[in-house]
Nanobody, 119 residues
């Protein structure tokens, strides 16, 4: 059974930093692409960053240069370091892992962690 648990959210002033964690169980974090998503109030969920099994990363234009995704294989955890935070970064942040192994689609989400950036 695959489970993802996010932590690290909170309230921070604009310009501040937070580090989110996504700890997985039931699957190695370096075996699949893991994505960080966010859902601002009243808006749709959007992709923020992703890290592949090989370690390559991609970011939404809105967070490039400010956010960094990384992982610790020994802790089976993926991190999202968020710097220079803006009020527009306020959202619930989720991590996700999904894949299709030919037998079907597998799609797992964490419960989310709230990030609030005050101006």
């Amino acid at each position: 059974q695959v489970q993802l648990v996010e932590s690290g959210g909170g309230l921070v002033q604009a310009g501040g930093s937070l580090r989110l964690s996504c700890t997985a169980s039931g699957i190695p974090v370096n075996s699949r692409v893991i994505g960080w998503y966010r859902q601002p109030p009243g808006k749709q969920r959007e992709l923020v960053a992703m890290i592949s099994s090989g370690g390559s990363t991609n970011y939404a234009d809105s967070v490039k240069g400010r956010f960094a995704v990384s992982r610790d294989n020994a802790k089976n955890t993926v991190y999202l370091q968020m710097n220079s935070l803006k009020p527009d970064d306020t959202a619930v942040y989720y991590c996700n892992i999904d894949w299709d192994d030919g037998l079907g689609r597998h799609d797992y989400w964490g419960q989310g962690t709230q990030v609030t950036v005050s101006s």
